[in-house]
């Protein structure tokens, strides 16, 4: 089986532009979490979503928003980029039995300059 | 607070030699407990998970760890090193559904 994609690999904005990034869970997965993981550190909740519906958020700005798709799919967007943003943004899914249970993307690299 | 603890930045290690990686957890209730490994530039790899019973589990690549609940502790072992384990390991705790809690995780390094 596929893992957890995301899209896409990296990519380089300015400061101030809005940036999507994109993730597909493994198959049969309905749970998607978003992370970001700046350089040195650990990765740090963002959001996560299952069923298409918001069922926790981290400490981070209104800036950041996301959504799940029907195909359970989604998307993280990040408004008005900080050079601060400049992250690695890893998306994880989970088996619906076991939410706790979370499967990593290779992530994103973002880069804001 | 919610909190993961790995003392360690950075160690190194002989291959062939033991290895042991330490992890501190501060939570109300004993949570889920996971170890995760990350190469450079990639994304996390689920090593291992502690959530109920057995306090000693095994993972993949030979990897294992040992739960201590009177310590808070969490340890990951492996007997005996090799060169390809040198990587970024990190341990994190949740105690609902989903949020993960990460440590500030560990690099290991690995000399031939």
């Known amino acids: 089986d596929a893992g957890v994609t995301q899209s896409p690999t990296h990519l380089i904005k300015t400061r101030g532009q809005h940036v999507t990034l994109r993730c597909s869970p493994i198959s049969g997965h309905k749970s998607v979490s978003w992370y970001q993981q700046v350089l040195g550190q650990g990765p740090q909740f963002i959001f996560q979503?299952?069923?298409?519906?918001?069922?926790g958020r981290g400490n981070f700005p209104d800036r950041f928003s996301a959504r799940q798709f029907p195909n359970y799919s989604s998307e993280l967007n990040v408004n008005a980029l900080l050079l601060g943003d400049s992250a690695l943004y890893l998306c994880?899914?989970?088996?619906?039995?076991?939410?706790?249970?979370?499967?990593f993307g290779p992530g994103t690299r973002l880069t804001v300059t | 607070a919610q909190s993961v603890t790995q003392p360690d930045i950075h160690i190194t290690v002989s291959e062939g030699a033991s290895l042991e990686l330490r992890c501190n957890y501060s939570y109300g209730a004993t949570p889920y407990l996971f170890w995760y490994v990350q190469s450079p530039g990639q994304g996390l790899q689920l090593l291992l998970k502690y959530f109920s019973g057995d306090t000693l589990v095994q993972g993949i690549k030979g990897f294992e760890a040992e739960f201590k609940r009177s310590q808070s502790s969490f340890n990951l072992r492996k007997p005996s090193v090799h060169w390809s384990d040198a990587a970024e390991y990190f341990c994190?705790?949740?105690?609902?559904?989903?949020?993960?809690?990460f440590g500030t995780g560990t690099r290991l390094q690995v000399t031939l």
């Open positions: 994190a705790a949740t105690g609902t559904a989903s949020k993960l809690t």
């Open positions: 979503y299952y069923e298409k519906e918001e069922r």
């Open positions: 994880a899914s989970s088996p619906r039995t076991r939410d706790y249970e979370q499967y």
